[in-house]
């Protein structure tokens, strides 16, 4: 099956999502996409091609497509403007694809949400809950019984062990850790490198190793 799709977010993650769609169908699997472009509110965008995409321009460009045949994917970072650029593709009532890099092994007890992307080189093993709009980078590691909730991204190289939960709206940075049975609340953001061995309250930013909150003092 062949479907149509628009990637939101024409930025670097975006365009490494453009990649990941060549990759899904170049692995011949059943659904297969046909990237029509990148819906990006940067007017400077617009017009512009990336990996011979074009940008077709901003939101209004999601009011006349054909929903029946057409799906959107939001390809941004930052859990906070992901948040924005989707409810108001809700809004407007489209489909949200999910896009799974085909090396990725999924087991049957693993929950995905819609709108989910997960790039080449992850390993997700049992009994884990990936909510909606959730963006996993390459090569990140999720171990058992662990919960990554709606609209969080992980970066590169990002290791989650077994029975963590990470809140909504969370960002992990690049090649940092969350040690075994631990919490992050909800829209807390775990700097690059950092090694989290306490639980993390609500949004808060925590660095270093161990991770600790940091209250301001580094600029």
Partial sequence: MLKDLIILGAGGFGREASLL????????????????GFVDEDKAKWGLHYRGYPVLGGSEVLQKIDRNQVEVICVVGDPTIKRRIVEQ????????????????????????????????????????KIGDHVSINPGCGIGHDSVVEEYS???????????????????????????????????????????????????????????????????
């Fill in 153 to 219: 991204t992980l970066m590169w190289r990002v290791n989650v062990s077994g029975n963590v939960k990470i809140g909504e709206s969370c960002l992990l940075g690049t090649g940092s850790t969350v040690l075994q049975g631990l919490t992050i609340g909800a829209g807390t953001t775990v700097g690059a490198g950092a090694v989290v061995t306490k639980n993390l309250p609500d949004n808060c930013t925590a660095v270093g190793i161990p991770a600790r909150i940091d209250k301001g003092e580094y600029t």
């Fill in 89 to 128: 593709a809700k809004k407007q009532k489209l489909t949200f694809a999910s896009l799974i890099h085909p090396g990725v092994r999924i087991a049957d007890d693993i929950y995905m949400g819609e709108g989910v992307l997960i790039n080449i080189g992850c390993l997700l093993t049992v009994n884990i």
């Fill in 21 to 36: 769609t060549e990759e899904i169908n170049a692995a011949g699997n059943d659904l297969m996409w046909r990237l029509l």
